[in-house]
């Protein structure tokens, strides 16, 4: 954010202070440990990890042996590397942190600063409503007028599978969702070998709204077993949703920038931005490349972002 005056600064930076420690008293009292995350990560690394992520945005460094660095784009995936090869059998980690990414944006470098949960170790029916819980309570502090839209990356996956493009084919597809092209999705498909899923992954960008409306949706589509599942993951998130929020939204053809979702991928808006203030998801099979598959969740709240929206909000 760009300030005429020192004042606005102070004022503004008054502010950010106080959020972060409210969110911060909430999630300590909430029982989770407060952790601090590293800024660095290895790029190839990273990269490996996080194939659909613009390379050219990531910040390098280099360090003494001349290997590549990079200034963290994404905390999470460091929280994995930093615990995982030390993992032991029946651990469970429920941490929080505060952190800032970088990323460059075309004019110059830029950081973002976020408070991020995660829970590492644990799967039960609870584990995902809690996490959406912790979501709900924090986003609700800031604004009636939030909306959290869930998604669940095994139902894309699954058309995915049974489409069996190759990459080309599967990159731009991917990347016509994630911009929610409509019209230029139906061009790309229709020049594409049909297949029975194509049906559904027509109409992906429809199904969203209430589960309701998406089964409605649904009828006659085609279904495979892991579309199914994440069919059903969310429906159980809805039974206990239900009746005690409507400010709550279900979208199938949520992509993430982040390649690791495995499950539930979530998104929290509130009134006066178009951007995310929350985002997150369940990342179980991430870990599996340390040879144990252990179940992960978490989120992010971006800072930067409420702040401009409560800051806008004030100088009304
Ligand atoms: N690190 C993710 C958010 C997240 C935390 N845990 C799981 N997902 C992001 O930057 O979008």
Redesign the pocket.
């Known amino acids: 954010m760009k300030f005429l005056n020192i004042e606005d600064e102070m004022k503004y930076f008054q502010k950010m202070f106080v959020l972060r420690r409210e969110i911060e008293d909430f999630l300590f009292e909430e029982g989770y440990i407060n952790i601090e995350p590293s800024i660095f990560e290895g790029y190839d690394e990273f990269i490996e990890i996080n194939s659909r992520i613009n390379k050219k945005s990531t910040v390098k460094v280099l360090d003494n042996n001349s290997e590549i660095l990079i200034l963290t784009p ?3 995936t460091g929280i994995v590397n930093k615990f995982l090869p030390r993992w032991e059998y029946g651990q469970k980690l429920k941490i929080f942190y505060y952190g800032k990414t970088y990323k460059h944006n075309g004019t110059g470098i830029k950081e973002n600063r976020e408070m ?1 949960v ?1 829970i590492i170790g644990e799967k039960n029916s609870n584990t995902d409503q809690y996490i959406l819980s912790a979501a709900r309570r924090i986003i609700s502090r800031y604004s009636d007028e939030y909306l959290l839209e869930i998604g669940n990356s095994k139902f894309l996956k699954g058309i995915m599978q049974s489409c069996s493009f190759n990459k080309e084919n599967y990159d731009n597809v991917m990347e016509l969702l994630y911009s929610k092209n409509r019209q230029e999705l139906k061009e790309y498909l229709s020049g594409l070998p049909f297949r029975d899923v194509m049906s559904t992954l027509l109409n992906i960008l429809d199904l969203e709204g209430t589960f309701d409306e998406i089964m409605e949706q649904l009828d006659g589509l085609y279904l495979n077993d892991l579309m199914k599942q994440g069919i059903e993951e969310l429906r159980q998130i809805d039974n206990e949703m239900k009746n005690t929020d409507h400010r709550v939204s279900y979208d199938l053809s949520m992509v993430s920038e ?1 390649s690791y979702y495995d499950g539930i991928i979530l998104r929290g808006y509130i009134k006066g931005s178009n951007k995310e203030i929350i ?3 369940r ?1 179980d099979s991430f870990t599996k490349q340390y040879g144990q598959n252990i179940p992960a969740i ?3 709240v971006e800072l930067d972002e409420l702040i401009k929206v409560l800051y806008k909000e004030e100088q009304k």
């Open positions: 994404d905390i999470t991020g995660e982040l985002r997150g998801g990342y978490g989120f992010k």
